[in-house]
């Protein structure tokens, strides 16, 4: 009964939030459909796991507003045999829809904790095409490199030079770049060599921590 609600509310967040606002690519819609959004939010936010917006998730962290997940999603043009690299695993629910288009996702997380309960709930929904380590993320993963994708779900002062470097030729990184409080969505690609930079708009998220994002003397 509760599953049933919860697959109605899931098509309509699908038709008034995603392909509502231009997401077309029908791979995407269909993971957007399919992954439990209310199982990767705290028990307490369960009935407002398809609103319009992020959540708190703990550790002063956020699951991404449904939208947010599904343009970054979008942008990266995941193919099947996509190996995929995600910085900021949160929830987990990001990796969940990164797992349904790729080939084999790898996410790094800072938080212990929230490594670990993003990791139960991916294995408890049947997930064996990622691996998940606790870490600073903004050095990559550089014995899994190169990536055919990188999506990095935390905001930058400016784009890590490791992620830069383990990009794969003809790849693809979406990252948020700015300030503390704002950034601009930026595109980057790997054509030839060469990177190309493409601002897609603006976006607000909680701060890249590490060697390579926001240092603590900066954060003052
Ligand atoms: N993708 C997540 C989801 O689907 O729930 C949302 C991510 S939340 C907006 C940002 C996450 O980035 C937080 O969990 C935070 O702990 C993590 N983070 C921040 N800096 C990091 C770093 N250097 N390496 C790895 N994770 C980091």
């Not at 703990?58 to 190996?83: C, F, N």
């Not at 990001?94 to 800072?110: D, G, R, T």
């Not at 998940?132 to 990095?152: L, M, N, S, Y």
Request: glycine letters at 10%.
């Amino acid at each position: 009964m509760e599953e049933n609600h919860n697959t109605e509310l899931r098509k309509k967040m699908l038709e008034e939030q995603i392909a509502g606002r231009g997401i077309k690519d029908s791979r995407v819609l269909a993971a957007m459909e399919k992954v439990p959004r209310h199982l990767f939010v705290p028990e307490s936010m369960r009935d407002r796991a398809y609103e319009d917006s992020p959540l708190p998730i703990g550790g002063e962290q956020t699951i991404s507003q449904p939208y947010m997940v599904a343009w970054m999603t979008d942008l990266l043009h995941i193919g099947k045999d996509d190996r995929v690299l995600e910085v900021g695993t949160g929830s987990g629910y990001q990796a969940a829809i990164l797992c349904e288009l790729a080939a084999y996702v790898y996410s790094i997380e800072k938080n212990p904790e929230l490594a670990a309960g993003a990791e139960e709930m991916l294995r408890s929904l049947g997930y064996k095409n990622i691996s998940i380590k606790v870490g600073d993320g903004t050095k990559g993963w550089p014995e899994e490199a190169p990536f055919d994708g990188i999506i990095v779900t935390a905001g930058a002062p400016s784009v890590p030079q490791p992620l830069l470097d383990q990009l794969a030729e003809g790849g693809r990184l979406i990252i948020p770049v700015g300030s503390k409080t704002m950034q601009v969505l930026t595109v980057i690609t790997r054509e030839v060599g060469k990177f190309q930079a493409k601002q897609e708009g603006s976006c607000v998220f909680v701060p890249l921590v590490g060697r390579f994002g926001w240092q603590k003397k900066r954060m003052l």
